[in-house]
């Protein structure tokens, strides 16, 4: 203030006076006597009595000053005391973090010196100050519960990445994370901490004793009997692995939790405090003071109803206690202790906030009467507080902390002009500001009060043969029935008291996304739609760096409290303008993706590049958008790409991006509890002070029009006459509907980015609760039936079986609570609601962009991936509580997505291949589970027809394995003895996961399947090409699985131990699980399409069922050889083979057998059976094994004439087949056959009927190819299988080899097999009869 002090000085600021019809009652300053009563009684002396009150003498504004700082020196504590306090300790006030000399390892230090992040292996940093007798105390704030040592330590310990606080004598600290204490060795002690609780740190030097307490409880006396004496003094010091982080309070504000007889650290400014609480004194008595001029006299009146009137007499009163009390209001102590606990005093009578204008009327007064700067910084060491003291304060069964602390910020934000000051300057830049929006999850359910609040806990009983829980089982018990509807009362106790917290952080976000608020400059919604972007991009452009990111579990919440605000003001808006649609319609235009009004930062567009889209898609904007691209942009932006790469890694070198310096923008996210800046890296290696680093913020991309977040204006974003602001470049496509708010676009917009970056990350991390749940209740009823079997005679059984009962149910009890907080908090039926708003918001705006053609190359990935994943986490996170069809509309947004996924999996616009990889898994998802499948099969038939002509697409240059993966969900169900959910040898062993996609009951679909076969049959160069690929690609997958086989079988032979790689046994596991598949599609087409291979009409038909029936006895022969290699390798049960068996894989190729030789024409089974027979590798055997009949391999009947011993049995996979080795095992002709008669679940009658008729036709029809076959002689062989006789001449070179050699080669190469020349034609060859 300009002239504060004596006088009837005011401040410079005006303040409105009374009006005109007011003035007889205040024109001026009151009379003397009047106001010398009123002065007195406002600024009571201590030392006169109310006897001496007729005598005191007359009190005026010119006294004032004087008389007040005469007051305020009475009682200060005397020098002498003040040095009294400091005894016993050594070392500078205030009380830091030693960041010059006291530290190993690398850590961030936040500005003020408290807050410390881990960024090494095990880093270590202690305080400033030390103390050597007496009794001290301080506190941690915990902002994250990993591993952490927390205590004191002398100055001679000597921390490395190794060792840190409580690892070298002379040092003590507790670990809350393993729930350890530590000086050298380590024991239990204590108990488990989370993010968002209290350490103290206390040490008896007279004593010689540690204690710790968590959250004001005492955890007991650590440790006794201490060092202590001349020379030793103990530093409050820490140690934390990487990403772990906490705040200290050495005493620079109040202990959260002060203990009798110990002091903190860092003295309390007991000298200012005095004079804080008496001037506040005094600021009450002016509430409570009211001056009757026109009776003379004053008048009690209650604060709350007291106002700003302008009346002089009050002001300059006013004026003169603030010239004291202002600059006391600039420090965090005073601050916290005084102002914070008045202002929650004032809200404590309970009512809606409202109803507390007192507080507005303060903040009128602190604005009217204090200097900007004194204001902004009271308000941010306000906000601060408040802050901490929502996050570490503990949870109590009516939440009443959370609540105290969110009425009183709501309480400030609803003061326009202290609102905008916090979010232009506080909320977002300096503030974590995101947590009061969070809700943190209590660890330990007792101290929580959730034992009272739910007293009756329960879980699933019922489950079946896979472990699956059983909803609503008919054979619930009565008991168990009251048990789960007492659960399910208390969980509603427990909503119902979360929802009054979340009600609150909604109505915070109501206010700063008020728009209506322009009297003092750009609304409130402008500025936080501004922060609001820079707070994504930092989290978008620094992911998986620890100082820049915001807690997932924060994410989580803001979200779902944001989704809420935004679609209150979007209804709010649209019942004002009725042409406009609701946020249950709401979308995000597709022009925001490319007009350069929202600033994406550097994520991935569906076309690649943006610059590049710019260049390429130029044209189409014009045309369809009317927007044009100056040439000199587009040169710029080109350049402005070939430094990207260099700048963006500058960004993020770890000490570039660590070393955060006053050059920053916007601070980054450090986790102290409040401060969201750090400046200060320490590294052992570097002690100095990094130089500063660049902005986060990359150097802006030259759009339609360079706009960075700072530069926009509300014209910019909601637009005025003949502007569209955010929806410029509407394409004729795009309808033209009003929007009653367009900046919500923006923050819808936001919300889906946010959800990508780390929401759903988040909600799969916490079904882990669940899955305990789940885990824990199947191993108690385990238990209990052990127990029921356990006989009488074994009480020692019996005794350790009731222990691990009793473990198992307290287990239970505490999670059970537990999941009931984390289904109200995350996975409640209004947060189910939220996702699934989300997922339509993305189906609608992705439809929208779609049908803008080209331009649809412009929308970011993320709108894709977030549709996917909100599908995924509704139906694997929300659908155990909450059932997806419930939701309204639910089956038209299940075919809508199934519509996307069909369209999108093969887009050409689309070229990421991440993002096609993830489309494609999605789709493949999508079709093993009936409610999908049949989404699918609604879409339109021409959009279903397209995917299949899509996923028929030849496999090379392209990952085929889901396509095929597709392909096999499709047709399982309908193949031979392909109706198993699980094969046969694993149904003992539980599935990790029974809710995995590939664990679902088959589902067929018959819609698509005749799509496929009216494809195949029609296109008959789409067929051949694909069967081609099949085939090539079946062929690389076996060769590749018995390759590894045989090293495995190696390895396993070998005297010494061996350890097979498990990536090398994961990948064989893969190789067999492809060939299968593989199998299982020929075996699909062979039966909706037969003719593809026999109808020798079609160009390739002969030449594809050669290939097939090779193929098919290759794979015969190696799994049904005696004593073979996949049979030891299937005996050895390896870990990670648990899927190689004999079932899969010969009942597929019986599958296709039975298809050609039983159930075709007599015609096609004909020309299958001379294929087959005539294939070199053909043995009647490996066909007998099938159904256990198979002798040993000298019964076998050679199919062709030359004999099968001096004949190379070389087949398509490129290696002779083995003979048989020496068994490893011993004799392995005792181990039972495989026999397709042991699976009778599995194999019905009537197949087993089809593959006997087969076997009986193969041995008739083999045994006549060996009578009639003529003999051969060797030079009219095909010189390259050998198999055949010669029947094909090539041009022009005249070279020679059988049909079926020359085709196959030419359906993958032009080159002729012997001198390389291109082949340009291929003649039948007859050798000429000799005469």
Request: glycine content about 6%; hydrophobic content about 40%.
């Amino acid at each position: 203030m300009s002239s504060k002090g004596g006088g009837t000085a005011l401040t410079r600021r005006n303040y409105r006076l009374a009006s005109d019809t007011d003035k007889p009652k205040a024109t001026g300053i009151v009379n003397e006597k009047l106001l010398s009563d009123y002065l007195h009684h406002v600024f009571p002396s201590t030392k006169q009595g109310p006897a001496l009150a007729s005598l005191r003498k007359p009190l005026g504004f010119q006294d004032l000053g004087s008389h007040l700082e005469k007051l305020l020196s009475e009682g200060e504590p005397a020098d002498d005391i003040k040095d009294q306090c400091g005894e016993g300790r050594l070392g500078p006030q205030p009380v830091v973090l030693d960041h010059t000399s006291g530290f190993e390892g690398l850590l961030f230090v936040d500005d003020d010196l408290l807050g410390v992040i881990g960024h090494s292996n095990f880093s270590s940093i202690r305080a400033t100050t030390c103390v050597y007798k007496g009794k001290w105390a301080y506190e941690v704030l915990i902002s994250s519960q990993g591993l952490m040592q927390i205590g004191w330590c002398t100055l001679n310990c000597r921390f490395n990445q190794e060792e840190g606080v409580g690892d070298t004598p002379d040092s003590y600290a507790y670990d809350g994370n393993r729930v350890r204490k530590w000086n050298v060795t380590t024991t239990n002690y204590g108990k488990s901490w989370a993010a968002g609780d209290i350490v103290s740190c206390l040490v008896d030097l007279d004593e010689g004793t540690i204690t710790f307490c968590l959250n004001g409880q005492s955890l007991g006396i650590a440790f006794t009997n201490i060092k202590t004496g001349p020379g030793v003094a103990y530093f409050p010091a820490i140690s934390l692995s990487f990403k772990e982080s906490v705040a200290f309070n050495f005493g620079s504000r109040p202990l959260r939790y002060p203990v009798d007889g110990y002091l903190p650290l860092q003295n309390p400014p007991a000298g200012d405090l005095m004079k804080a609480q008496k001037l506040l004194g005094y600021i009450k008595n002016v509430l409570s003071t009211a001056i009757d001029s026109q009776e003379d006299r004053l008048v009690d009146r209650d604060c709350a109803v007291w106002r700003l009137h302008g009346e002089p007499t009050i002001l300059i009163t006013l004026a003169h206690i603030f010239n004291h009390f202002a600059p006391l209001m600039c420090k965090v102590y005073l601050v916290e202790d005084v102002l914070m606990n008045f202002l929650l005093g004032i809200l404590e009578g309970g009512g809606s906030v409202d109803e507390h204008p007192l507080i507005q009327q303060l903040l009128d007064l602190f604005w009217l009467l204090m200097e900007d700067y004194e204001v902004n910084e009271c308000l941010k060491q306000l906000m601060m507080s408040l802050l901490r003291a929502y996050r570490f304060s503990p949870i109590i069964p009516d939440l009443g902390f959370q609540i105290h602390y969110l009425r009183l910020t709501t309480a400030i934000l609803r003061h326009e002009k202290s609102r905008k000051y916090l979010l232009n300057n506080v909320l977002f830049d300096v503030l974590r500001s995101v947590v009061f929006f969070y809700i943190k999850t209590p660890l330990r359910v007792k101290e929580a009060g959730l034992e009272e609040l739910i007293p009756t806990t329960w879980w699933p009983t019922h489950f079946d043969k896979e472990g699956k829980d059983e909803r609503d089982p008919k054979d619930e018990s009565a008991d168990e029935r009251l048990r789960r509807r007492a659960y399910e009362r208390g969980c509603q106790r427990l909503k119902k008291r979360i929802e009054v917290v979340e009600e609150l952080q909604v109505h915070i976000l109501r206010l700063l996304l008020n728009n209506k608020d322009k009297t003092s400059g750009e609304a409130s919604r402008y500025i936080f739609l501004n922060k609001f972007r820079k707070f994504l991009q930092e989290n978008a452009s620094n992911r998986g760096h620890p100082t820049a990111l915001c807690p997932p579990e924060y994410m989580v919440c803001f979200l779902h409290r944001l989704i809420t605000a935004v679609r209150s003001c979007w209804d709010e808006g649209s019942r004002k303008s009725p042409s406009s649609f609701s946020s249950e319609e709401s979308y995000v235009p597709p022009q925001l993706f490319y007009n350069g009004k929202v600033d994406y930062f550097d994520l991935q567009r569906l076309g690649g590049l943006l610059s590049h889209l710019k260049k390429t898609l130029k044209d189409d904007l014009a045309s369809k958008a009317n927007i044009v691209i100056d040439p000199a942009e587009i040169q710029s932006s080109s350049m402005d790409d070939l430094d990207e790469d260099e700048e963006s890694g500058a960004a993020q070198r770890p000490f570039g991006a660590a070393a955060m310096g006053g050059a920053l923008a916007r601070p980054s996210w450090l986790s102290s509890p409040t401060l969201g800046r750090a400046n200060r890296f320490l590294s052992t290696a570097a002690v100095s002070l990094m130089t500063p680093r660049r902005p986060l913020s990359q150097p802006e991309k030259v759009k339609v029009r360079t706009l960075t977040v700072e530069q926009r204006t509300e014209e910019d974003i909601e637009g005025s006459h003949g502007n569209d602001g955010l929806l410029l470049g509407r394409p004729l496509e795009e309808p033209d509907q009003s929007i009653a708010d367009k900046s919500l676009l923006e923050i819808v917009d936001g919300i889906v980015m946010m959800y990508n970056l780390s929401v759903h990350q988040q909600l799969g991390k916490m079904v882990v609760v669940s899955d305990d749940v789940h885990e824990y209740a199947v191993a108690l009823k385990d238990t209990e039936e052990k127990i029921a079997r356990c006989p009488a005679r074994r009480a020692d059984i019996l005794e350790e079986l009731q222990k691990s009962q009793k473990v198992f149910a307290e287990k239970l009890n505490h999670l059970s609570r537990r999941l009931a907080w984390i289904n109200a908090t995350i996975y409640s039926k209004e947060k189910m609601l939220d996702v699934y708003w989300l997922l339509c918001v993305c189906i609608r705006t992705i439809e929208h962009a779609d049908s803008t053609g080209s331009l649809f190359a412009f929308a970011p990935e993320f709108y894709l991936n977030v549709a996917m994943n909100a599908y995924s986490a509704l139906k694997n996170y929300f659908s155990p509580a909450n059932g997806m069809e419930e939701l309204p509309g639910y089956e038209e947004t299940l075919t809508q997505l199934a519509a996307i996924l069909a369209k999108h999996f093969a887009d050409p616009r689309i070229v990421g291949t991440d993002i096609k990889d993830s489309l494609m898994q999605a789709l493949a998802s999508y079709v093993c589970y009936p409610q999908s499948l049949r989404a699918v099969e609604r879409i339109p038939e021409e959009q279903r027809v397209a995917m299949m002509r899509n996923l028929l697409a030849p496999y090379e240059q392209r990952p085929w394995a889901q396509t095929n993966w597709i392909l096999v969900r499709l047709w399982r169900g309908c193949g031979f003895g392909y109706r198993y959910t699980r094969l046969p040898h694993l149904l003992k062993t539980k599935p990790e996961d029974a809710n995995l996609p590939s664990l679902q009951k088959p589902c067929p679909s018959l819609l698509l399947q005749r799509h496929m076969a009216e494809l195949l049959s029609l296109e008959k160069d789409m067929a051949a090409s694909f069967l081609n690929s099949v085939l090539n690609q079946l062929n690389w997958a076996f060769s590749e699985f018995i390759g590894m086989i045989q090293e495995i079988q190696q390895a396993a032979e070998r005297p010494e131990r061996n350890f097979v790689d498990t990536r090398q046994l994961k990948v064989c596991a893969t190789c067999f699980d492809l060939s299968v598949s593989l199998l299982r599609v020929l075996e699909m087409t062979v039966t909706l399409v037969p003719e593809i291979f026999l109808d020798w009409s079609r160009p390739s038909a002969e030449l594809l069922l050669r290939r097939l029936a090779q193929l098919l006895n290759q794979v015969l022969n190696r799994v049904t050889a005696e004593k073979n290699l996949f049979d030891r390798v299937v005996n050895l049960r390896l870990p990670g083979l648990e899927s190689v068996d004999h079932y899969p894989i010969l009942v597929a190729v019986t599958g296709i057998l039975v298809r050609v030789l039983v159930d075709g024409d007599r015609q096609g089974i004909s020309c299958a059976a001379s294929v087959l027979l005539s294939d070199p590798c053909f043995q009647l055997h490996s066909i007998q094994h099938l159904l256990g009949e198979g002798g040993d391999s000298s019964t076998c009947v050679p199919s062709a004439a030359v004999p099968s011993a001096a004949r190379p049995a070389v087949g398509s996979l490129g290696s002779s087949v083995a003979p048989p080795l020496p068994s490893a095992a011993g004799n392995s002709s005792e181990r039972k056959h495989f026999s397709l008669h042991a699976y009778t679940d599995y194999i019905s009658e009537e197949e087993k009927t089809k593959v006997e008729l087969m076997l009986a036709f193969l041995t008739e029809e083999s045994k006549q190819a060996a009578a009639s076959t003529a003999p051969t002689s060797e030079e009219d062989l095909c010189p390259i299988c050998y198999a055949h006789s010669i029947s094909a001449i090539f041009k022009p070179c005249s070279h020679k080899s059988c049909k079926a050699c020359i085709n196959q080669h030419l359906m993958n190469n032009k080159d002729c097999f012997f001198c390389k020349a291109t082949i340009t034609g291929v003649e039948d060859f007859s050798k000429p009869s000799s005469s």
